[in-house]
T-cell receptor, first 116, second 110 residues
Framework: ETGVTQSPTHLIKTRGQQVTLRCSSQ?????VSWYQQALGQGPQFIFQ???????GRGNFPPRFSGLQFPNYSSELNVNALELDDSALYLC???????????????FGEGSRLTVL | DQQVKQNSPSLSVQEGRISILNCDYT??????FLWYKKYPAEGPTFLIS?????DKNEDGRFTVFLNKSAKHLSLHIVPSQPGDSAVYFC?????????FGAGTRLTVKP
């Protein structure tokens, strides 16, 4: 059983550029969520995808967008990068969300983005 | 908006003693609460959880207590071990949403 893997692990971009981060879900999981963790803070919920559709979103602007593919892997795209976007981006997979779900998430190691 | 708060950024305890980590939340719609543990250069890993219909859940050395009226939960680790040294995140979930606290760094001294 493979765990959640993310790529790249580190990257540096400049203001105004665009970035794509990738995530492979844990085997058997159909839900993926993305979190932003700034230094000294807890993970902040960006959005969640279930069976290729976004079904939950936190307080992030539209320039944060995502995709989930038929194999349940996922991408996070951020356009028009700002300095404050510098953070660790965590992907987490789980079984289907909802009342039956215990909420347990399986996290990857994260992609650390630095915006200069 | 900080719907989940961990007011202690750090905690240091002696090996063998009890560690108590606290968490407060503001949104009464949360109905499931979790604790995650994070080591450096790793993603958070699930530790223990509790449903809002319970007030206590125990798993080995780890016990989570929930006080719904006070919107407060705590994680007790007893006895604490040096390998427990990590950052602990409290999380609260509702449908299609999960919020995390800022974390508490626990250091267990031998």
């Amino acid at each position: 059983e493979t765990g959640v893997t993310q790529s790249p692990t580190h990257l540096i971009k400049t203001r105004g550029q665009q970035v794509t981060l990738r995530c492979s879900s844990q085997s058997g999981h159909n839900t993926v969520s993305w979190y932003q963790q700034a230094l000294g803070q807890g993970p902040q919920f960006i959005f969640q995808y279930y069976r290729e559709e976004e079904n939950g979103r936190g307080n992030f602007p539209p320039r944060f967008s995502g995709l989930q593919f038929p194999n349940y892997s996922s991408e996070l795209n951020v356009n028009a990068l700002e300095l404050d976007d510098s953070a660790l981006y965590l992907c987490a997979s789980s079984l289907s969300w909802g009342r039956a779900n215990t909420g347990e998430l399986f996290f990857g190691e994260g992609s650390r983005l630095t915006v200069l | 908006d900080q719907q989940v708060k961990q007011n202690s950024p750090s905690l240091s305890v002696q090996e063998g003693r009890i560690s108590i980590l606290n968490c407060d939340y503001t949104n009464s719609m949360f109905d499931y609460f979790l604790w995650y543990k994070k080591y450096p250069a790793e993603g958070p890993t699930f530790l223990i959880s509790i449903s809002s219909i319970k007030d206590k859940n125990e798993d080995g050395r780890f016990t989570v207590f929930l006080n719904k009226s006070a919107k407060h939960l705590s994680l007790h680790i007893v006895p604490s071990q040096p390998g427990d040294s990590a950052v602990y995140f409290c999380a609260a979930s509702a449908v299609n949403d999960m919020r995390f606290g800022a974390g508490t760094r626990l250091t267990v001294k031998p």
